[in-house]
Structure formats: structure tokens, C-alpha cells
């Protein structure tokens, strides 16, 4: 006879505890004439399972961040059975608020919203959150987590910007272009970006991108922007060189050629 589970000839129906409203009791009980569960061909006295639910509740209500539910089984000893038929009804029921992976691990909400709470703190002080961050925090999408959470960003490759932090960076690539004729996208962030995050953010920035397809700007790199003017300079320079060095190199072999004639 299992722990918990006296005969049933030693129970009357008014002696009987009363049942745990808890769905994972309920549903198992609505025929019987005396309350009990039968799980995995154990049979459980409604105040067994109350207690056990009761830990159960407690242990998990008292977490703070992700556990792993085999690792929770083992440490406090449960009714494997039990243990995760009462995860799992009250979570239904709402008595567990977080996420439930099956059998495997359940983070509590509180946890949750910490971490929402510092990527909220983390995009409004720098302007930009990646999306592998929120990826490591269990968050299944994180371009459209961070969308939703913070409207009018820019999605970038690897990252989510503020619209504020691509004005910025924005008239730093035109101040540098209309001084210097070249641009270092690069330099304009103090986050580290991706190549292809560079060629987003150019794209995304109407100004860059309507400069670019009037050939006004020219892109030399994904980071390294060219004014016009700069670049055919620059074209014209290299041009000369070249020709020089051709220059130089028929001279050498005439030279060649006319000391070995001799």
C-alpha cells in the first residue's frame, strides 16, 4: 500500500478530508464514491495530495529565476507523478504565474519582469538592445518583442535602435561627409555593430539611403561612406598613379631591352 493511501475499508465519505479545489484532483475524482487519486497505479488519499500540492505550490512560488523541475523533484523529494500533475494543473489554473516548459523547467513571472524591466532601463539609457540578449532570456521573438515594447525603433540585424540613437549617429555620418568627404559609420555608435548591421541602418536612414541612389555618397565598405566630389579625387589620383607606374614600368623594360641589344 503506498504511502498516504490507508485501506479502503477504514474510509467513510463524511470522515473523508476535504478535496484541494485544484483541477488535478477534480478531474480525476467526479465518479468516485470515496475521494481519492490514482496515479501511475498508485492510489492517494485527498489529504496526501493536498499536502503534496501544497509543497509543491510553495516551493515553486518561492523561486526567483529559471529551475530546472527534474532537479526540484530530486532535491525535495516529491511523488514524481504528483509533482507533475500539480505543476501542470496549477499552472493551468493560474496558481503559478511564468512559463512552464512540459517537464523540463518553469520560470517563474516575477523573473520575467525583472529582465523586462532591465532591457526597458538598458534600451532607454543606450539606445539599443540585441536581440540575442533577449534571445538568452527565453524571449521566442525578440524583433517583435522589442517593437511592440518600444514603438518606432529601427530593426536592425543583430539589434533593435532607437529612433533618437540613428538621428544622432545620422548627423554625425552628414557632418563628417560635407567636412572630410568620408564617413566611418562605425565610429558614429559606441555599440559594437555587425557589417550588415551598418547596411541596415544605412538603408533604414532616409537621408543616407536617398544620398546613396543619387550617387552623392558612394559606399566604399559597409562601414565607409565617400562624398562624390572625394571619391572622383580620389579616382582621378589613383588614375595618375596608375599611369606613372605604367610609365615607369615601359621605361624599364625599353631599358632592358636596349642594354641587352647592346
Known sequence: MPCGAPALSTWSREGCPPLPHH????RSLPHLTVPHLTLGGS??????VARHLARVRGVLSALHGPASLPALLKAHG???ALFYEAVGGLHAAGRLAGALQAKTSFTPAVHRL???????????QNGV???????????????AHLAAEHPGGVELDSCYMSAAL????????EEALSGAGAADLRSAFDCDLTDADLVAFAAASASLSAAVAAKRYLPLTASLLVAAPLAAELKE????LAAEVAKAEHAATAARSKGGGE
Open 166 to 173: 540613428v538621428s544622432t549617429a545620422e548627423a554625425g555620418v
Open 114 to 124: 525583472a529582465q523586462a524591466a532591465a532591457v526597458g532601463a538598458r534600451y532607454e
Open 23 to 26: 483541477p488535478c484532483v477534480w
Open 78 to 80: 516529491f511523488n514524481e
Open 43 to 48: 492510489l492517494f488519499t485527498a489529504s496526501y
Open 237 to 240: 589620383r589613383a588614375e595618375a
Open 129 to 143: 538592445v540585441e536581440y540575442a540578449a533577449l534571445a538568452r532570456m527565453g524571449v521566442r521573438d525578440p524583433r
